[in-house]
């Protein structure tokens, strides 16, 4: 939809919606549930895909960009090519490999954020949505300081990392509401630094018929390790409590953020 030189703007933007929604969604639901149960919840919740299709069906074709594409791709060679293109680029590769690590391992807060509301603070649906919000606040925030700088970062990309990680570590043995919440925007901030800078590096160091390709390698690497990385979470704590679930989450953080600042200063 957008050139070269609108997409790292275009990518904080949709970071922050996404991250907004990823984060305030599962507290809207819980809302809607204790309210008016869950059949309402999930009549609403389609309603609103209406909304995406009449978006989609407003879109003028006329005024999209048209990128350059290798007809002759399959789905195998494509997925090699993409492979390829991560394996052979330094700066994709780091790219990749911390939003692997940081998505499947370290954030995972759509698991622990409930738990923290629950076990950590003992309270309630109030006390997630609250928290919840000040999460997509910062993340919000984040976006917003993508956004000045209107050009995709490595060292921003690796800053994030390491202070997501470091707040991390902090907020894991806090107990009261107001450090959590205080440290939960910071942790906020610097999510939307990683993450948004991993996708405009990964498109942005493509060659134009591999850009899509290249978007999509992000999303396998913040996607595809989800499943498990929740699993891993909910068993940090129910062995250790959120504690120990942000506290395996902020060190794999840093040193991966760590690893990836040697592997480019080598």
Not at 62 to 85: C, K, M, N, V
């Amino acid at each position: 939809m957008v050139g070269p030189e609108d997409l790292h703007n275009a990518v904080s933007l949709a970071s922050s919606l996404g991250t907004i929604a990823r984060i305030l969604g599962p507290a809207i639901g819980g809302a809607v549930v204790a309210f008016a149960g869950a059949g309402v919840c999930f009549a609403i919740n389609a309603a609103s895909f209406l909304s995406i299709l009449l978006s989609l069906v407003a879109l003028d074709k006329s005024q999209l960009l048209q990128p350059a594409r290798d007809r002759a791709a399959t789905l195998i060679s494509g997925a090699r090519d993409a492979l390829r293109y991560v394996r052979g680029s330094q700066r994709a590769g780091v790219a990749f490999a911390v939003v692997f690590v940081l998505a499947t391992f370290s954030f995972n807060f759509n698991v622990l954020l409930p738990l923290v509301a629950d076990r950590t603070l003992h309270s309630g649906a109030q006390t997630f949505g609250l928290i919840a919000a000040i999460f997509g606040a910062g993340a919000l925030c984040g976006a917003l300081i993508n956004a000045t700088h209107g050009v995709a970062s490595l060292r921003r990309l690796l800053i994030g990392a390491l202070g997501f990680g470091g707040f991390e570590l902090v907020l894991a043995p806090q107990h009261t509401l107001f450090l959590v919440s205080a440290l939960l925007f910071a942790t906020g901030i610097f999510y939307t630094l990683w993450g948004t800078n991993a996708l405009s590096v990964l498109q942005l160091e493509a060659p134009p018929h591999l850009r899509g390709r290249a978007a999509s390698m992000y999303f396998f690497a913040f996607q595809g390790g989800a499943p498990l990385g929740g699993l891993l979470a909910g068993w940090l704590t129910a062995v250790g409590g959120t504690e120990l679930a942000f506290l395996v989450g902020g060190v794999l953080s840093l040193g991966m953020a760590a690893l990836g600042i040697l592997r480019l200063m080598r």
